[in-house]
């Protein structure tokens, strides 16, 4: 899809037009749930979340500058509605333990030990708060210093928080590469 | 190792950057109803936590229920003297009488004495009154079921005497009259239609019956308040200073500090109480209470001393002892005496041998401390400092030897109050939500002199290990 064609969505939804709201609805749908699914706990918070997130895009949409892909300034406003809904909650889930939920991943999507899949799902075993910082650091590209302005904890939190986040998802990918290996 | 978390970082960045799912079927049609303005079918998670609570509780208030329907000891708030009757005549009476009783608007209800007496088949003369705060007119009172709540938080004023459940309590002007809380409950409700729109109000109002005293319990601050009973046994010295303003209190002795340290040493020493503590915020605790403590110091090298012919008196580093015992008199009268040329005075000294004095200062102490708190959990740990001014509330002196133990009186010039600084380590402990063993390292040092005059100024100071247990409301 060209610049144009974006253009005249992005026209329409700010006219409120439904159509164009469904086709820029199909345009990101997918892409912006992927994101979803690693800054949740499950499908169903994922949803949650890319039903916020979109309502947004949808009210906001008006303000969009242009200065960045409006698939990046999409991203950012659905992972700032999940960092608001972790903020809001905040709720602490124990650090699963490696011995569970191992064995819930599904061998057949397993290519090459580890689907992205398997990978989300690791993800989504971590406590919310290294879950919401690992995402941050890891694949958004954040610094310590702007994610500790927008999680609103201090840069040693979100330090030390990374650095558990990665441990836990070291330990947990050694542990799934033995027991594939084993399988295997 | 930092190569294994970036690659770490490399492997989710990379998968997940790639990854692409299809979103729910039904996501767009949810959308599209909230952008119609119809609501957003939301997963009923509240809905799912809410049910689970009530569950719980509904479970919780029907064991307390069941568990206080079959106990005997149910209490009742009695202040005047009731009659027995049996549980299904009351019930049956108060409902009766309750339910005929209408409550008119911004009017205390008077329940007269023949609604109770008819409850409880007793005559009075008394009239016990109602007081109900309710702006809705024409509201039909009505028995519902037992309201558990109401049971739970309601305010024994005092037991009811009787093995009994089947009592009814009476309370003076404005204050409610209290039924049996295990199976009669008073509600207002709305019985008629046209009331309904109304109901709402009546809802918010209920709270303000004063059927149960719950007004009290439901101020209760959860765990800010917290007692503690502590005790410890003090290792307790003292500095002494030399006095600069002697000179109006010449002692025509020149018994050094150093002589002092030597013969007198401190005994038994001890302190304990109780202390309430108030939890400000996270960080920060503050403290006062009332403490006992005790210090005895014995001197083991006696000499009295006269003043030019002055009557005979001990000295020790905390003050004089003036000795009024007759026994020590008849034995000062056989003793040798020496003056003692390097004073200003001639200064008669005999010595006691084998002989010691001991001297005993009681206080009571209020100490007020502030707390910080390291943390708090099921150990905790707070550093503390504050003063603690201790009031004399005993001062007295003995004198013992093989064959005699002789008081003598008290020591002259013991300052009323002493000013002591504190400060501490609090370890605690969890045993229970409620209470916790607590065990503090104290250090004490008295910032102002036991006694006023003398050679010397005596400043106490005191490590003490208190421990104790503390109830936290």
Not at chain 2, 310 to 324: A, C, L, M, Q, V
Not at chain 2, 352 to 360: A, D, M, V
Request: hydrophobic share 35%; with cysteine; charged share 25%.
């Amino acid at each position: 899809m060209n610049n144009i064609q974006i253009e005249k969505i992005i026209q329409g939804c700010i006219s409120g037009k439904r159509k164009a709201q469904k086709n820029l609805y199909d345009l990101y749908s997918d892409d912006l749930f992927s994101v979803c699914l690693y800054y949740s706990k499950n499908r169903d918070e994922a949803e949650d979340i890319l039903h916020e997130g979109f309502m947004k895009v949808f009210k906001n949409i008006s303000t969009f500058k242009h200065k960045s892909s409006l698939f990046s300034w999409m991203k950012k406003i659905v992972i700032n509605t999940a960092l608001e809904r972790y903020r809001k909650q905040y709720y602490l889930t124990p650090i699963t333990d490696l011995s569970e939920n191992i064995e819930d991943i599904e061998r057949e999507n397993v290519i090459n030990h580890l689907s992205s899949k398997d990978l989300i799902k690791l993800i989504q075993e971590l406590s919310p708060k290294y879950r919401m910082v690992f995402n941050m650091y890891a694949i958004e590209g954040y610094s310590h210093k702007e994610i500790s302005k927008m999680l609103k904890i201090s840069e040693g939190t979100s330090k030390s928080n990374l650095s558990r986040a990665r441990g836990i998802l070291q330990q947990k990918v050694r542990k799934y590469f033995y027991t594939e290996a084993k399988k295997a | 190792m930092p190569e294994d978390k970036k690659n770490i970082d490399k492997l989710f960045s990379d998968y997940l950057s790639r990854y692409k799912e299809k979103a729910p079927s039904d996501a767009w049609s949810k959308l599209d109803n909230e952008l119609s303005g119809k609501p957003f079918p939301r997963k009923n998670y509240l809905f799912w936590a809410a049910a689970s609570a009530a569950i719980i509780i509904i479970a919780f208030l029907s064991g307390y229920y069941f568990a206080s329907m079959n106990s005997n000891n149910s209490e009742f708030i009695a202040q005047k003297e009731t009659k027995e009757i049996s549980k299904p005549i009351l019930e049956e009476n108060i409902k009766k009488e309750i339910a005929q009783t209408r409550i008119t608007e911004d009017k205390e209800l008077e329940v007269t004495e023949e609604i109770i007496n008819n409850s409880v088949k007793k005559t009075s003369s008394k009239t016990t009154s109602l007081f109900i705060e309710n702006k809705t007119p024409s509201i039909e009172r009505k028995i519902i079921e037992p309201n558990i709540l109401s049971l739970k938080k309601a305010k024994p004023i005092s037991d009811f005497s009787s093995k009994s459940t089947n009592k009814i309590a009476f309370i003076k002007t404005k204050q409610p009259v209290f039924l049996p809380i295990d199976f009669v409950n008073i509600n207002l409700a709305l019985n008629s239609d046209k009331n309904i729109n109304k109901s709402d109000k009546v809802k918010k109002r209920k709270s303000k019956i004063k059927v149960w005293d719950d007004d009290v319990l439901q101020k209760s601050p959860s765990n800010k308040w917290s007692i503690r009973g502590q005790f410890s046994p003090l290792l307790a010295y003292r500095e002494l200073k030399k006095n600069s303003s002697s000179n109006d209190y010449v002692t025509g002795t020149n018994m050094s500090s150093q002589h002092y340290e030597n013969v007198e040493s401190q005994i038994a020493s001890f302190s304990g109480g109780l202390d309430v503590n108030y939890k400000l915020n996270k960080r920060f605790e503050v403290q006062s209470g009332i403490y006992y403590s005790q210090n005895e110091q014995i001197n083991t090298d006696v000499y009295a001393f006269s003043n030019n012919n002055d009557p005979w008196e001990f000295r020790t580093s905390n003050g004089n002892i003036k000795i009024t015992s007759e026994t020590i008199r008849k034995e000062l009268t056989y003793k040798p005496t020496v003056k003692d040329s390097t004073t200003v005075f001639d200064v008669n000294i005999a010595n006691f041998t084998n002989s010691e004095i001991k001297q005993k200062f009681e206080y009571i102490e209020v100490p007020l401390i502030v707390k910080y708190i390291i943390f708090d959990k099921k150990f905790g740990f707070q550093i503390f400092g504050g003063i603690s001014p201790g009031f004399l509330v005993g001062n007295s002196a003995y004198f013992k030897n093989e064959n005699t133990d002789i008081n003598l009186g008290e020591t002259d010039n013991i300052n009323s109050v002493i000013y002591n600084s504190v400060i501490g380590l609090g370890l605690n402990y969890s045993l229970s939500k409620k209470i916790c063993f607590n065990f503090d390292p104290t250090f004490k040092y008295s910032l102002s002199p036991i006694n006023s005059r003398g050679d010397f100024k005596t400043y106490p100071y005191y490590f003490g290990f208190f421990t104790g247990f503390t109830y936290k409301f």
